[in-house]
């Protein structure tokens, strides 16, 4: 019903249908250089992925002891050294801009590496292309199996291999859950079922997103849903390296016996011998000698299958190799090929990289373990008093970032003779309050600044509130307006 | 419909036979998931009907099976909320006022009840912030007609001021000039004679001798001997620079010849001990405590 075929005789060779129904890649297995960079990244990323929650990290009694904790409860973020509160959640801006930056560089020296090495979508599939082979063989297998009937062998490796890509996307999810409470207690509750009701709910939904993505939808991810390969094309330039199929060496086409007897009449023949060995390893199902192409994750796949196949029929490797168009025409005028990766784009990329890091590194190193903020009331904004004074009242809130309770002073700066009172403050020392900041915590404090009437006063003055870590001498200090009615 | 039999070309399907301006419609059915989507939800609002309450009748409405009811879903939530507040109130209930604003953690607690309840039930009158109004005290200055201490903060809220309860607070501004106690040209010596006593400018021909006996024989026994107000009878202070109802001539004199009796109700009834309490604390940290 829903897929109309239009009846042959009313085809024309200009009409194409205009919805093609997706064709199932089959990629084949292939082992060389790029193949087992792409194992060993996949081992690190997924390794990092699945055991980082495991990591523990000590940061003192009563502080969590997990490496990386997003603590949503205590709105807190932990990444080893580093402690975020959620009001400074602008280092998340910074990480994400120098993500991008890191994403723009890795492009214009190498194309797409990001997707076709590290990108997630990239790393699951190809695990989940692994299981595949190993439990229902290789491409050939794959493809005959699919054309023939069902049998009761076939029904039982499917399932098998459903099996275990269900139990890998139940573990990614289960992984990420774990990031956002303690690793260890977590996995125990959730074999006891124990755990809250949102974790189960977060794995079920990333394990059926990880199931659905990694195990059927694949390279249509990267060609239908991804901005990234339209915004990479935008980005991109002459210089920058991609996977390339050398045409000017390449062509024409032809068999290794054809080339043969071309050659021996002393006329060019192409290197390619037509073998689409190239193709049947794509894993977005691509031909890379039609040219660079939206489909290409530029993983080198076709690579290795071409070297493989070219060392077997005796001609130079590297046919299909990282190469820009520069050097297809360098070679073709018979000139020197050339790489430049210090060219003015990455430069500024990278130094781009480098300011960020320095102001994130700058930033943290700098930020301050206490602190304090100020907000004026609204209403009223001044209060008259009997004996005809002026008084403001202020809420102040305090950040002790510290593991430890402390001791602090307020001082009030700004409007002549102001005195200071704090609500539920019984300290011994009126004129300079003195409370305690629990530790890890925020402390809000309501205040009062009265000072003296004056008719010649200006309307509103600047008040400065100073907080003192007896202990420490650590200072902090915020700003307001004393305002007269 | 049988001369409709037009194939499309490109798309294969037939055409509807409408033609506009040689525009031709295809004949698309709705996809089906569309249509079973469509069939499920009439079965589903058909359960919903029997289910829940759906139908309105003449007197009432079909209950439906589960009995479901929003107001006792409410109710529940409600009864769930204080459950789980419990704990942290009875400890509220249990203190003193003035341990409650000795401990941060039971100060901000109380602070915390206390705002949300006062701008639920106080604010129509004393504005968000207690700030007051004309008739309606500000509760953040200095200056408590029936006292500012925690425990008279909290009395006032309990029984409130000629609100009738029994433990009111009871205090009438006599009306001398309507009860023709007081003559028209001495209710304006008198109300310059109070404003000479906060310190606010006379009126020019202001006989301050003939004031300060008027007051004298009129005013002392609330107000007292100099005009410093009594918080026992709801007396205000008239040498501060707070008025409640105003300060100038024409304010003084309507208060002199009408008198004034404004109300604050009773809340003892109305709102749990505990949260009488969180709202005296409140109200004291606005500032206005003495």
Same mark, same amino acid.
């Given at each position: ?18 919805? /093609? #129904? ?20 996949? /081992? ?35 990444f ?19 993500a /991008? ?12 590496i ?7 979508q ?7 292309? /692994? ?15 699919d054309? &023939? ?16 890509w ?18 260890p ?51 991109t ?7 390339t199929?050398?045409?000017?060496? &390449?062509? #024409? ?12 009449? &002393? ?37 290795d ?15 299909? &190799? ?70 403001n009242g ?6 002790n ?60 003055? #600047? ?23 | ?23 031709? @419609? ?62 942290? +109130? ?63 903060? +909290? ?14 607070? @009871?205090?009438? +501004? ?8 007081l003559?028209?040209? @001495? ?29 004298t ?31 100038? @001539? ?13 109300? +604050? ?26």
């Amino acid at each position: 019903m829903n897929k109309p075929v239009p009846p042959a005789e009313l085809m024309t060779d200009e009409d194409g249908p205009l919805y /093609a #129904p997706r064709k199932k890649v089959y990629p084949q297995s292939v082992s060389g250089r790029f193949r087992s960079i792409k194992w060993r990244l996949m /081992a690190v990323c997924l390794g990092v992925y699945y055991l980082l929650p495991f990591v523990r990290w000590h940061r003192g009694l009563g502080a969590p002891d997990q490496a990386v904790l997003i603590d949503f409860p205590n709105r807190r973020f932990y990444f080893f050294f580093i402690e975020l509160w959620p009001q400074e959640i602008y280092y998340f801006t910074g990480l994400l801009v120098l993500a /991008a930056f890191a994403l723009f560089l890795m492009n214009a020296l190498g194309g797409r590496i990001w997707c076709g090495y590290l990108c997630p979508q990239t790393v699951w599939t190809d695990l989940f292309y /692994a299981v595949e082979r190993l439990v229902e063989g290789d491409r050939r297998a794959q493809m005959k199996a699919d054309a &023939g009937p069902m049998t009761v062998n076939r029904a039982g490796r499917r399932a098998l291999k459903h099996a275990i890509w269900l139990m890998i996307a139940w573990w990614t999810g289960g992984a990420w859950v774990l990031y956002f409470a303690d690793a260890p207690t977590l996995v125990r509750d959730l074999a006891t079922f124990q755990a809250p009701a949102i974790a189960y709910v977060w794995i079920a939904m990333l394990t059926a997103s990880t199931y659905l993505l990694a195990g059927y939808v694949r390279e249509q991810v990267c060609v239908y849903m991804c901005p990234w390969p339209r915004i990479q094309a935008a980005l991109t330039d002459e210089w920058a390296l991609n996977v390339t199929y050398k045409y000017d060496r &390449g062509e #024409p086409r032809c068999s290794v016996k054809k080339a043969f007897d071309i050659r021996s009449l &002393g006329e060019k023949a192409g290197d390619c011998i037509d073998c689409n060995q190239c193709v049947a390893v794509c894993p977005t199902g691509i031909d890379i000698r039609d040219g660079a192409q939206l489909g290409c994750i530029q993983c080198g796949l076709c690579i290795d299958a071409c070297d493989a196949v070219m060392t077997k029929v005796s001609r130079k490797a590297g046919l299909i &190799g990282y190469d820009n168009d520069i050097n297809v025409q360098r070679r073709v005028a018979g000139k020197q090929e050339i790489f430049k990766p210090v060219r003015a784009r990455t430069v500024v990329y990278a130094s781009l990289i480098t300011v960020v890091c320095a102001v994130m590194l700058y930033a943290l190193m700098s930020r301050t373990l206490l602190d304090v903020n100020v907000l004026h009331d609204r209403n009223p904004i001044a209060v008259r008093l009997s004996d005809g004074a002026i008084r403001n009242g202020y809420t102040l809130r305090f950040l002790n970032k510290r593991g430890f309770d402390r001791v602090i002073a307020i001082d009030v700066d700004g409007p002549a003779e102001a005195k200071l009172h704090v609500i539920g403050s019984d300290s011994v020392t009126p004129d300079r309050p003195m409370i305690v900041l629990a530790r890890d915590t925020t402390t809000e404090l309501r205040v009062l600044v009265t000072t003296p009437f004056d008719e010649k006063a200006e309307k509103s003055v #600047p008040v400065t509130f100073r907080v003192t870590d007896i202990g420490l001498g650590e200072v902090a200090s915020a700003t307001d307006h004393f305002v007269l009615p | 419909m049988s001369e409709h039999n037009e194939i499309d070309r490109v798309s294969g399907r037939s055409t509807t036979g409408h033609d506009w301006d040689g525009i031709k @419609e295809l004949n698309t059915p709705l996809p089906r998931w569309w249509v079973l989507t469509f069939y499920a939800t009439i079965v589903w609002a058909i359960g919903y009907w029997v289910v829940y309450p759906a139908w309105p009748l003449v007197s009432g409405y079909t209950t439906g099976l589960f009995q479901y009811s929003t107001r006792a879903s409410v109710a529940t939530d409600l009864a769930d909320l204080e459950k789980l507040r419990g704990e942290k +109130m009875a400890v509220l209930g249990n203190a003193s006022l003035a341990d409650i604003e000795k401990d941060p953690a039971l100060l901000a607690l109380a602070r915390a009840r206390g705002k949300t309840v006062f701008a639920d039930n106080c604010a129509p009158c004393h504005g968000s912030g207690g700030a007051g109004a004309k008739g309606y005290p500000n509760l953040n200055d200095d200056d408590w007609l029936w006292g500012g201490s925690l425990d008279q903060i +909290m009395q006032t809220i309990q029984f409130g001021a000629r609100s009738g309860h029994a433990k009111t607070h @009871e205090g009438q +501004m006599l009306a001398f000039g309507r009860d023709g106690v007081l003559k028209k040209d @001495e209710i304006v010596t008198v109300a310059n004679y109070v404003r000479s006593l906060s310190g606010l400018s006379t009126a020019p021909k202001f006989d301050a001798a003939a004031g300060k006996k008027l007051f004298t024989e009129n005013c002392t026994s609330c107000h007292g001997d100099n005009g410093k107000g009594n918080p026992e009878l709801g007396a205000p202070n008239l040498t501060d620079q707070i008025w409640l109802y105003g300060s100038d @001539e024409g304010a003084l004199v309507e208060t002199i010849t009408n008198g004034r009796a404004g109300v +604050m109700p009773a809340w003892v009834g109305r709102l749990d001990p505990v949260t009488v309490k969180a709202l005296a604390v409140y109200v004291h940290s606005l500032g206005g405590g003495k």
